[in-house]
């Protein structure tokens, strides 16, 4: 029953729901509801999609998107900045149902990535852009970096696996960023473990409750074991999250005044919506922003990691360039820290050319409607309710006409004079890659995710050697999941210690 899912991704269409709401009626009656009648019903739905779905639309100009049913799919580079950057007051909302947040809510209690474009949106975006993403915050955690990679570098040491390990290093910076580093030493490893996987479960889940959406009164009825599990994994964020806010709120008094660094959550529990009467962030908003902030944070930036460190593991010369680097800063210190990766040209490319080979996020997705959108997609026409304009991430990033050898992995283009020298990743003055997006909701996240992605590798490459195992070669193969791309298999490598004097500060 699943490919369910993916089988109707366009049918806001009001006379295909229509249509579609009939013949569910009627099946229904028919059938009855025993179990086996879901496969009558889904051989129903098949029947009825496979027209909807293949309606003539006429295929888009200006670039070499092509235009299936009612969505469009962009790959030209020229036409993805004349949109998002250049027109970007038509390209703002995104459709309902391709966000976590709007999926597992049912619409209710929006989160910057599935709020529509108005106040809410503009009051929550400011807040997390000027506050705890913006760099003045950032460079007061270092004691929360520091932290986390030398946890990280312990479980490495005893033989945690790699790319997990990863991950739940990203989780914890930004669970300390979220929540702050007395709340998450109170928590333990092992409550931050099961959160970081309840999180999981939920991604992996999310496909299979694109139904509910799109089907808001019978979905329900229909898929009733599925409708159960959304509820429970809603409902298990809110137990875990709302007891933390509260924490933080009753907390918070006894220290105003005497720290600088403001929380995630102490920020949205001061936030105001000025143009919606002044009312502040609801209960339902606080754990979808929360759940948001870590979900979107971790998932995009560890999948970099990863990519990045499976990357350098299939090219040794490359990790040891990059390493002599790294080696040059980190000279007598303790740890690189923020100012000393600004020095590290290299590093930077390294993780530029890990972006563009391997997106994270695969593609940009708008919802639009209007005559700029008409003009810049070249259609003549939109059907009811607008169209879907997908800019396919990957593809822009590899695209022969801009890069040399797309598919190789080469950070060398990203250095002085090499093609990809001097990228702009907000694409406001060119448009080459766009792993964070582009235009007026272009990722807030991107500077923190470039210093935490620079942070691990350089580091990481610092304490260890990464080797290739013998049994267990990294395979570069990727997983399209419904929101990321991830490696297919996660990362296994031979660690070797580099020198375990050179970190004394470890063995605390
Ligand atoms: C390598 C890491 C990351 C990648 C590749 C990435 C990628 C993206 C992309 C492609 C978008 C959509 C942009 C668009 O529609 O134009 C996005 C949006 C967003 N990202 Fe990220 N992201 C990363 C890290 C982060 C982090 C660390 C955070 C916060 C902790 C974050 C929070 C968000 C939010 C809130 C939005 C919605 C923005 C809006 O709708 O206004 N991201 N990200």
Known sequence: MDDLVTMFPHLSHSRSVTLLFLFLTTAFLLVGCSRKSGAVMLAVLRWLAAPVLTLPWHRASGGRGTRRGLSVQVTDRAVARRALVQHSAAFLDRPTGAVPSTILTRNRHYNILSAPYGPYWRAARRNVATGVLHPSQLRMLGGTRARVLGDLVRALKSGAPAGESLYFAVYSVLAGMCFGEDVVAELGETRLRAMQKFQRDILLALPSFGVFVRYPRIGRFLYRSRWHRLLALRRQQEESFLPLVAAIRNRREASRGNTTLTTYVES????????????????????????????????????????????LVKSPDLQQKLRLEANAMACGKRVIEEEDLARMPYLRAVVLESLRRHPPVPFVIRRVDGDDAKKV?????????????????????????????????????????????????????????????????????????????????????????????EDDKVDLTEFRGFFFTVMNRPLQARLVPTDAAAAPWLSN
């Not at 800019?391 to 890069?403: C, E, H, M, S, T």
């Not at 990203?414 to 272009?442: Q, S």
């Open 268 to 311: 949205l529990l001061d936030l105001r919506i000025h143009e919606d009467g002044g009312r502040a962030v609801t209960d339902g908003e606080l754990v979808s922003l929360i759940s948001e902030f870590l979900g979107a944070g971790t998932e995009s930036t560890a999948a970099a990691l990863e990519w990045t460190m499976a990357n």
């Open 377 to 469: 997609i070249g259609v003549s026409r939109l059907p009811d309710g607008g169209a879907t304009v997908n800019f396919l991430v990957g593809k822009i990033g590899r695209d022969p006409a801009a890069w040399s050898d797309p598919m190789s992995f080469k950070p060398e283009r990203f250095m002085p004079g090499g093609e990809g020298d001097g990228t702009d990743l907000t694409c406001t003055t060119e448009l080459k890659m766009m792993p964070f997006g582009a235009g007026r909701r272009v990722c807030p996240g991107l500077a923190t995710a470039m210093l935490h992605l620079k942070y691990f590798v350089a580091n990481l490459l610092t304490e260890f050697e990464w080797w290739e195992a």
